[in-house]
C-alpha cells in the first residue's frame, strides 16, 4: 500500500477515537474503566509495591527475554530477593523486536516469568513500548556496557526507524494485540503500562540524533496503542504514567500528559525527587478519585530515598515501585550524569538499585527499613 495512504488513513482513525486535547475539565477516553471499578481493583489488590525488574544478566529489555539468554534460574533468584523484601509486584519490560523475532517463544518465556513470579506470590505489570534511551535497538546479541555508564545499553520500543515513519505504526498492533489477547483473563497480571515516558527526549545521552517532533510522532502512536488494548479489552487495567511538570491544574498538560490522564484506568507517574515533591504530586493526581501508582522513585542523591518516601506512599496507599533492584549490567548504581561525567570506580552513593549481584544488600539498614514497611519482617 502507499505510504502516503496509510498515513492518511492513521489521521482519519486518530481523529475519530481519540478525545479533544483541548479544553478542561479531563474527559473520560472510550472504554476507560469507570472509577468505581478502578477502584475496586485496588481494593482486590491492596498495597501493591515492588521495583522495576531488570535481572543483573541483561543490559536492556531484548538480553533478558530472548531465548540465548533468557534466564528463568537468575530471574527466579532475584524474585526471591524480591519476595524477601515484601515485594508483592514487579514491572517488568517489553519489546516488540521480541515479538517480531518470535511471538510463540516470547509468549512461553512471559509465562515461565509469570509462573516463577506467582510462586512468589508476586504479580506483574508489564510495559509494552518505551522511549528511554538508545533510540536504534537491534535484535540478537547485545553490547557489552560501557564502564560506569548508566544504563548505557537500554534500548527505545519501537525504535526510531518505525516512530518516525507513521505509515509502519500498523504493522506493531499484532504485538500489542497478540499479547493483550493471549494473556487478557491471566490473574498474574497486575497491569499493562503501554508506554513508558512517551515524550522523552533522551536528554544527554541521545538527544543529538532524536527527530525533532518525536513528542509528536509519540502521541500518536499511543493513541494508535490505546484503540487497539481497548478493542482486546483485558480484565487488566491500562495506564501509561507522567513523568515531569504539575498536575495540580488541567490548565498546565500539556498534550500527551492530557491523553495519558483521560484513558488510564489508573493513575501512574514517576517521582524522583525529595519527599515533599513526592506528597505534592500525589495530592495532585488523588484529585482524579482513581488508584495512583508511582512506577518509578528511588535516586538517592536525588534525595528519592525509601525513608521516608515509602512509607509515605502505603499511607496513603499509593503503589510503589523504585528503580532498579540488582546491580548488574544497567549499571544503574551509577547516576544519569554518568554520560557526561566520568566515573572510573563505584560512586560514593549509589544512584539505584538495592542489592549488589552477589545478592548482599547495599544497605543492610535500607533493607530493614522496606522490610518494616511492607510487614515482611513481621512473616
Keep these: 500500500m502507499n505510504s502516503i495512504f496509510v498515513v492518511m488513513a492513521i489521521a482519519a482513525l486518530l481523529a475519530s477515537v481519540v478525545p479533544s486535547v ?47 539468554t533468557f534466564n528463568l534460574e537468575a530471574i527466579d533468584h532475584e524474585l526471591g530477593l524480591a519476595q524477601s523484601l515484601g515485594f508483592n509486584s514487579v514491572r517488568v519490560f517489553l519489546h516488540d523486536l521480541l515479538w517480531e523475532q518470535d511471538s510463540k517463544g516470547l509468549l512461553h518465556r512471559m509465562d515461565l516469568f509469570l509462573a516463577a513470579a506467582d510462586r ?13 534511551w538508545d533510540p536504534f ?14 544504563n548505557s545499553g537500554w534500548v527505545q520500543a519501537p525504535g526510531q526507524l518505525i516512530l518516525k515513519d507513521p505509515s509502519k505504526y500498523p504493522a506493531l498492533k499484532p504485538y500489542v494485540v497478540g499479547l493483550l489477547s493471549h494473556f487478557r483473563h491471566d490473574r498474574r497480571i497486575h497491569c499493562w503500562d503501554l508506554f513508558n515516558e512517551p515524550d522523552n527526549s533522551t536528554g544527554n545521552s541521545y538527544s543529538k540524533v532524536e527527530i525533532p517532533d518525536k513528542a509528536e510522532r509519540a502521541l500518536d502512536l499511543i493513541k494508535l496503542t490505546w484503540r487497539w488494548s481497548r478493542e482486546v479489552n483485558p480484565d487488566q487495567p491500562l495506564t501509561a504514567g507522567i513523568w515531569y511538570g504539575e498536575w495540580d491544574s488541567d490548565t498546565k498538560l500539556n498534550a500527551m500528559q492530557r491523553f495519558c490522564l483521560e484513558n488510564s484506568d489508573v493513575i501512574t507517574f514517576h517521582d524522583y525527587g525529595k519527599a515533599e515533591d513526592l506528597e505534592r504530586h500525589i495530592g495532585q493526581l488523588k484529585r482524579f478519585n482513581r488508584p495512583v501508582l508511582c512506577t518509578e522513585y528511588m535516586a538517592r542523591p536525588q534525595g528519592s530515598t525509601f ?59 535500607e533493607v530493614e527499613y522496606i522490610r518494616q514497611v511492607t510487614g515482611a519482617g513481621k512473616r
Design 307 to 365: 525513608s521516608p518516601n515509602l512509607a509515605m506512599m502505603k499511607r496513603e496507599h499509593v503503589g510503589a515501585y523504585n528503580w532498579g533492584f540488582v546491580s548488574g549490567k544497567t549499571q544503574t548504581i551509577y547516576p544519569w550524569d554518568s554520560w557526561t561525567t566520568e566515573y572510573t570506580a563505584e560512586p560514593p552513593l549509589w544512584f539505584h538499585d538495592i542489592f549488589r549481584t552477589d545478592g548482599t544488600p547495599y544497605r543492610s539498614e
Design 22 to 68: 483541548s479544553g478542561s475539565p479531563l474527559d473520560d477516553g472510550p472504554g476507560r474503566w469507570t472509577v468505581e471499578k478502578a477502584n475496586a481493583w485496588q481494593k482486590h489488590h491492596g498495597w501493591l509495591v515492588g521495583c522495576n525488574f531488570a535481572p543483573a544478566y541483561s543490559i536492556n529489555e531484548l538480553e533478558m527475554w530472548q531465548p540465548d
Design 120 to 132: 512468589r506470590h508476586i504479580g506483574v505489570m508489564f510495559v509494552l513500548f518505551d522511549s528511554c
Design 137 to 150: 535497538p537491534v535484535p540478537g546479541k547485545q553490547r557489552e556496557p560501557k564502564p560506569h555508564v548508566h
